[in-house]
């Protein structure tokens, strides 16, 4: 499985853009780019997907590098309710394994008032 | 609008006693994941099915059993529940990874006792 590296934590001021980083050097030409979030006391919450074009929808945004090793996912005005652990990961592609996630340890994000 | 739900949100067992949960989802999606949360651990997948009686084990699969009998529902049996097994157990569901994101339950918080 390709994996992900993510910074531990970020910390970002309310109302400011965010931007969280995720390296996947050993990416696949057919795996596809997820992220999630989790809040406190709740389960994961899907944020976005891609393969390699940028992606945007209304909760944030995913920029994929041209080589496809990083992404990025920007949250364009980061409120309170943003406040969570982000998690990048490449699900399993082939077979009868497909689509498993394999979570890391995320990174945590804090956004100040 | 969840699409997935978990039953029961709480559960209280004695240790030996068998515990069944059941992921619950009205999406027709193929494919459902059981994982559980610790802390110190993250996620770790615990079995997933890639279609009605087609199921396979994740990473700590040990004392664990699912079943699938129709597209809808996806059970998850401890056998023997042991003290080792409390924790937060997540579903989720997918229909396929290009074309959709994860969806996951509000979560099962077990204790064994």
């Known amino acids: 499985d390709a994996k992900t590296t993510q910074p531990n934590s970020m910390e970002s001021n309310e109302e400011e853009p965010v931007h969280l980083p995720c390296n996947h050097s050993t990416i696949s030409g057919t795996d596809y780019i997820h992220w999630y979030r989790q809040l406190p006391s709740q389960g994961p919450e899907y944020v976005i997907h891609?393969?390699?074009s940028n992606v945007n929808n209304r909760m944030a945004s995913l920029a994929i590098a041209e080589d496809r090793k990083s992404s990025t996912l920007i949250l364009h005005r980061a409120t309170l309710r943003d406040a969570a652990v982000y998690y990048c990961?490449?699900?399993?592609?082939?077979?009868?394994?497909?689509?498993?996630?394999?979570f890391g340890q995320g990174t945590i994000l804090t956004v100040h008032p | 609008d969840a699409g997935i739900t978990q039953s029961p949100r709480h559960k209280v067992t004695e240790t030996g006693t068998p515990v069944t949960l059941r992921c619950h989802q009205t999406e027709n999606h193929r494919y459902m994941y059981w994982y559980r949360q610790d802390p110190g651990h993250g996620l770790r997948l615990i079995h997933y099915?890639?279609?009605?009686?087609?199921?396979d084990k994740g990473e700590v699969s040990d004392g664990y059993s699912v079943s699938r009998s129709k597209t809808e529902d996806f059970l998850l049996t401890l056998e023997s529940a042991t003290s080792s097994q409390t924790s937060v157990y997540f579903c989720?569901?997918?229909?396929?990874?290009?074309?959709?994101?994860?969806?996951f339950g509000s979560g099962t918080r077990l204790t064994v006792v």
């Open positions: 990961i490449l699900p399993t592609a082939g077979g009868t394994s497909y689509g498993k996630l394999t």
């Open positions: 891609g393969l390699t």
């Open positions: 989720a569901i997918t229909g396929s990874t290009a074309n959709y994101g994860y969806t």
């Open positions: 099915s890639y279609g009605v009686k087609d199921t």
